[in-house]
């Protein structure tokens, strides 16, 4: 499967913001944490993504002939004492593409930009018991610590982060 998959930085949304909507929807209804709860309008998609590009955050998705199963964006940081450091968000993956390694090559992707970008550091967080933890886990990211109570999810609960970071 993973040579059958093509990762691509986007420069522009606008010609792939239906599929790009498509997905962020999909993920959200399956209960990601990324920053929205379901039900998210197709509208509401559609503004977010508009929204994302600007020059300090690469958007990588990953292709399947010609669907787009996943997404990350890698931001640069723009701060005097942090131009050394990255941010992962959003890793997504569409439902119909889970456990076919897209995650993996899309963060793997994400960590040559940075390096590319002259980063020695990225840091992320996602929620305590996703499977995304096993994924940052393998990929050699390093707890640094949680956050209670962080985020809530569709049943209204208050869900824990855990913070990771990688030296590369």
């Not at 640069?76 to 992962?88: D, F, M, P, V, Y």
Request: proline content about 3%; some cysteine.
């Amino acid at each position: 499967m993973r040579s059958k998959v093509e990762i691509k930085e986007l420069t522009k949304v606008k010609e792939y913001l239906n599929e790009l909507s498509e997905l962020l929807i999909n993920v959200v209804e399956e209960g990601a944490s990324i920053g929205f709860l379901p039900p998210i309008s197709n509208q509401e998609a559609k503004k977010y993504w508009e929204t994302v590009l600007c020059p300090e955050v690469v958007l990588l998705v990953a292709k399947v002939g010609n669907q787009i199963a996943g997404s990350v964006q890698v931001h640069l940081s723009t701060k005097q004492n942090g131009g050394h450091r990255a941010e992962i968000a959003k890793l997504m993956t569409h439902p119909d593409f889970r456990r076919m390694g897209i995650g993996r090559l899309l963060m793997e992707e994400a960590e040559a930009v940075a390096k590319q970008e002259s980063r020695s550091l990225i840091v992320l967080d996602t929620r305590e018991g996703d499977a995304s933890n096993y994924l940052y886990g393998s990929l050699g990211y390093i707890q640094g610590g949680s956050i209670p109570k962080y985020a809530r999810s569709a049943s209204g609960e208050l869900d824990a982060t855990i913070i990771y970071y990688k030296n590369i």
